[in-house]
């Protein structure tokens, strides 16, 4: 009998140098491209002039007394200063601490405190949201962070400076190692804090050119990016495959918008698009989709969480993608583990989440005893190879948690693997909610929910959503004499502390929390009686690829 184990055999070898060479090596080769197109700015850059602004910025910030090692945040939606700041900081070594635009008060205090950020570049304000005035009430409590730069402001202008430094940054950069860390991404995780899953040169650089080599990208690519570049789907499934292919990237908007995006794939002739199915859902639902020329579209990736089949077909039929691919990963593996390819059967890329990715290992193992399981068996899928994290930042004791001694990273999703190698996920054994690609671990919306004045206590699952694939339901015990609570009380209580996403869409008074013998709670049971409540049958039953 088979065992559920894969290995990606690849005659393409990987990448063994830093990011801010491999800039430079296609900067060289592709000078004159284009590198970047910011569309809803206007403002256009060719190979030669993006690797003039990253350079710009390492010197500034070796100047500013930024070395190998020091944390720089980014909080600010996608556009070229984004890029900028990924690039600069690689070049000269310091770790960039990703941070979501979407991210409140005390979310962004949680993470310039637990990673000790000292400089941070921030954009003024994101949609609603006033990242300045944010900033000055956290600031005081951050004791690492000694500097902060606002894009646009004079204090970005004098950091972009390009006097001085050529040498240095010379230097500087040819010190460094490919299996440096580089990059701090915030993930839940398993507990209900986030933890920073830290990413080297090596697990970043490589992974993102190879989901390029599995899109087929050349120079000739032009990739739409829609999706957020805090996350690894912008800044290494998007970035870092473009630049490692010398392709061109799009930037649509600063945040997902369905006309502009549409607008953007027309006029810019793009030949790939990414995006989380809700994305996809969008632009297909757009009123003026039609009216769009998007001939010149091929490939793409999806990814996030599930799609719904019928939302794949009409990917394929409607946008032309018909060597759109399925994407299966996490923050801690930078992220890919499986893809599909180019030339799957639809039905492949309706189904499964594809095969492993070349230079990695896959297996499914029975979670009690760790053994690797026969093909057609469910369990857990582990992973292993160059894109599995360095570790959670100053916690070992949670990297130990899910990286067993064989470096065999613990996903904790429930997966099988066909006789052919292919992967589809079936389930997850740690309890967190994807909603709209984004994960939300219970834990830290049910720890919030404990500071409403009327909340004894408090328990959150993930029902079914047609839209966003899963969403918030709380299940609350009131305190004695305490008056009802609505859903939108309960939203206008978040409002401004939690991230928009965190906040339950649902909420359910009850008495008692269902129990095991043993005094655990039962969520299994409450998902399901949620559905029933709710009345999302039909929602939980659609079939999903």
Known sequence: MTASYASGVSDVP?????????????????????ALVDYSS???????????????MAHGLLVAGIGKGDRVGIWAPNCPEWLFTQYATAKIGAILVTINPAYQSSELEYVLTAAGVRLLVAAESCTTSDHTAMISRVRSRCAALE????????EWDALLSRDGAAALLARTQASLSPDDPINIQYTSGTTGFPKGATLSHHNILNNGYFVGELCGYTEADRICLPVPLYHCFGMVMGNLAATSHGACLVYPAPSFKPAVTLSALARERC????GVPTMFIALLADAGFESHDLSSLRTGIMAGSPCPVEVMKQVVQRMGMTEVTICYGMTETSPVSTQTRVDDAL???????????PHLEVKIVDPDTGLTL?????GELCTRGYSVMLGYWAQPDKTAEVIDQARWMHTGDVA??????????????KDMVIRGGENVYPREIEEFLHTHPDILDAQVIGVPDAHYGEELCAWVRLRPGAPGLTAVALRDYAAGKLAGYKIPRYVHVVEEFPMT???KVRKVEMRERSVRLLGLGDVATATYA
């Open 271 to 274: 030949t790939s698009l990414y």
């Open 374 to 378: 026969p093909r057609g068996t469910p």
């Open 42 to 56: 206007g403002r256009r850059l060719t190979y030669s002039q993006l690797r003039t602004e990253v350079d710009a």
């Open 347 to 357: 039905s492949r890329r309706v189904s499964t989440v594809g095969r492993v990715h």
């Open 416 to 429: 099988v693997m066909d006789p052919e190698g292919y992967l589809t996920i079936t389930g997850r054994i």
């Open 147 to 154: 500097r902060v730069v606002l894009i646009g402001s004079p």
């Open 14 to 34: 990987l990448l063994g140098e830093t990011i801010g060479d491999n800039l430079d090596h296609t900067a060289a080769r592709c000078g004159d491209r284009e």
């Open 517 to 519: 013998v043993t005094g």
